[in-house]
């Protein structure tokens, strides 16, 4: 990711620490079909669920597994179905 970062900073996008979540939101990462890891499609989707662009990086920064993405995707489709 450190190579992905220098490489945007070369080409006047600066930031100061870079991780999957900015990919994935960018597209730059696991939605290929050359990608194997079912990640993007799932990031895509909670991205899509989420209310804002703050509330999907607030729970994206909270998630350390598959597992607690397949969860949090989960209670986000309940909430959208869910009628206010």
């Given at each position: 990711?450190?190579?992905k ?16 979540a ?63």
């Open positions: 990711m450190e190579e970062r220098k490489f945007l900073a070369e080409n006047g996008f600066y930031i100061r620490k870079i991780n999957q900015y990919f994935a939101f960018h597209g730059l990462y696991g939605d290929t079909p050359a990608s194997s890891s079912p990640i993007g499609p799932k990031m895509l989707e909670l991205r899509r669920l989420s209310p804002s662009l703050g509330d999907f990086i607030r729970s994206v920064a909270e998630i350390t597994s598959e597992k607690e993405l397949d969860r949090l995707l989960a209670e986000r489709a309940v909430e959208s179905l869910t009628p206010p």
